[in-house]
């Protein structure tokens, strides 16, 4: 048998795929435009968790009707600097681009502004939507919470999602500042890649119903689905390293996705009825820009936002070491060599490609593959 080997795909070629996938399954053209610009942000920036590999996720979302590709939301609430949104569970990349863009356009009048939206689903890479009001000049804050999948500290029961927190802001350097990090150790979509590159989960990111360490992918995955297995908070086990943080800071992300939006929360968002049949997710979303001219002109704040991170890349290293990241400026190399290089594709995800492919008749796409 003819071992099968790794590819590595132009970013269009990439792009095009997943346009086209979604304009197949229904979804009107620019918003799988749409779709396709945030999950290839993902591949750019190295987040493999989010972008081509969680495609047939999408699929199997909406074929079970938990997705709406027509995305009909609606405005509930709009005021001077506010807005609610009720996505009616259409594609969260849909809803969460339109809702940070009416955050910016507020905020572009009255110095400040926040959307929160309830009813939406997966969104993708909680830093697009930073980004967004980045290139506008401004500081972007987004959350959002997920289906149950994280354990309060002393606990074992999965409640909280992984509840991101993005947070982006212009530099004077080539790169902006960009956080963007779930409030468990890791999140499901790291759980998926290990399982796609047949590796282990390293010890103390998930726990059984029991609090044991689980480190098999595919014992992980299915014991999330039975609520018999959670990620721990950020810092871990108890409180010695400070794992309350990690809870403190997802329960806060939760607060901000569904009591100002008067959304969904916790078990409420399994995606799951009583009976374990499919239903809509029902995530809630937050998002905040902030127009720094309201404050400063943007060219001292990005002289002195760029002076805060050269400080702290330039500070005094550990043995061993020979350089400080700080956040953002990875995936800012990593986008170069990406489209310099392609999207890697490993044999596991170029099935997932096939599979879409045929399913969909998208043949005249053509892959090395």
């Known amino acids: 048998m003819t071992e099968r080997i790794m590819h590595y795909v132009p ?82 990349m849909v809803i969460s681009k339109r809702a940070m863009q009416m955050a910016i356009e507020k905020a572009r009048v009255h110095g400040m502004a926040s ?21 506008q000049g401004m500081i972007g804050l987004t959350v959002t919470n997920s289906r149950p999948s994280m354990s309060p500290t002393f606990g074992v029961e999965p409640l909280l999602g992984t509840n991101p927190i993005a947070f982006g802001a212009p530099t004077d350097e080539p790169f902006p500042f960009i956080f963007d990090a779930a409030t468990p150790i890791a999140q499901r979509g790291k759980i998926e890649v290990l399982a796609r590159n047949g590796e282990e989960i390293p010890d ?48 806060m992300v939760e607060i901000l996705s569904a009591s100002l939006q008067t959304g969904s929360f916790l078990t409420d968002l399994s995606g799951v009825d ?24 943007l060219e001292t704040f990005k002289l002195t936002t760029g002076n805060i991170l050269r400080q702290l890349r330039n500070s005094n290293k550990e043995p061993g070491q020979s350089r400080i990241y700080t956040a ?37 796409i053509a892959f090395p593959f």
């Open 328 to 364: 953002g400026e990875k995936e800012f190399e990593k986008e170069k060599e990406v489209r310099a290089k392609g999207i890697k594709i490993i044999p596991k995800l170029q099935d997932d490609i096939v599979f879409l492919r045929d399913r969909l008749e998208l043949s005249e």
């Open 11 to 92: 970013v269009d070629i990439i792009y095009r795929f997943m346009r086209d996938f979604f304009v197949k399954v229904g979804t009107p053209e620019d918003d799988a435009a749409i779709c396709a610009d945030v999950m290839i942000a993902s591949d750019l920036r190295g987040i493999e968790s989010h972008g081509i590999g969680r495609l047939r996720y999408y699929y199997n979302r909406i074929i079970s009707g938990q997705h709406d590709v027509k995305t009909p939301m609606q405005v509930v609430r709009d005021g001077a600097t506010t807005a609610v949104i009720d996505g009616n569970h259409g594609l969260g």
């Open 115 to 135: 959307v929160a939206v309830r009813n939406s689903t997966h969104f993708g890479i909680a830093g697009y939507y930073p980004m967004m009001a980045v290139e």
């Open 204 to 251: 103390g990111w998930v726990i059984d119903s029991k609090g044991r360490t689980v480190t098999s992918p595919a014992v992980a995955m299915a014991s999330f689905e039975k609520r018999q297995a959670s990620f721990l908070p950020l810092g871990g086990a108890g409180e010695t390293l400070s794992g309350h943080k990690g809870f403190g800071l997802g329960t």
């Open 274 to 297: 009583a009976s374990g049949n499919p239903q809509p997710f029902r995530i809630g979303h937050y998002f905040l820009a902030i127009n720094i001219e309201n404050f400063t002109d």
